[in-house]
């Protein structure tokens, strides 16, 4: 099985991206806006549209990270600091002119982002090997038993709270990270993409 075909399969058939063989977040392409709407629209729920300057902002964010792409570390702990960094960035986006983190929408977004490097090859094997699960309501009540029934509604509302809760997001990674050889693989996205067609 490729996860990756089937994942960008997944996008033509759910979310109508508008060319699976063309990456989705080039500099100066509509495509990025367009993804980016897909992206926020499977993260948030029940929260407000986000506006247009804000928008902007995030997918200026991610096409850096695209951009920079070689700077994404190798090993889980340097990575785990280069996602929080982003994650608080596009969190600390979504919440405005308020103190608020909106990590939950904030993680999603970036790591389906992620996802999408993975699956057009935008990444080494090495840096594949540690990245993130896109945290939400299914993972997390597969793995994990947290207090909140829908991850992507957590919001922080200060940079103590932000910590706490992103410790908490570690916890989660970690267990998917130590189930992994069960699944005779070292690729989170496979794993992922697996455990998410195992509910349809």
Known sequence: MCYKLQYKDDLNRKHQVLDVNHFPFQVNDNHAQFRFDKIYKAA?????????????????????????????????????????????MIAKLIGGNTHNYY????????????????AWDKLIIDQEKVLHFPIDR????????????????????????????????????????NQLVHFNTDIPLNVEQYLWHGFD
């Open 44 to 88: 948030r729920s029940n929260e407000p549209p986000i506006g247009d300057e804000t928008k902007t902002s995030i997918i200026n964010t991610l096409i850096h990270i695209y951009l920079d792409r070689n700077e994404i570390p190798i090993s889980a702990l340097e990575y785990d600091n280069y996602a929080k960094s982003k994650i608080k």
């Open 103 to 118: 990590i939950g929408i904030g993680q999603k977004c970036y790591n389906l982002f992620m996802k999408d490097l993975w």
């Open 138 to 177: 299914k993972i997390n009540n597969l793995i994990y038993k947290s207090p909140w029934k829908n991850w992507t509604q957590i919001v922080s509302h200060d940079e103590v709270e932000f910590e706490l809760y992103f410790s908490e997001y570690l916890i989660i990674q970690n267990i998917l990270r």
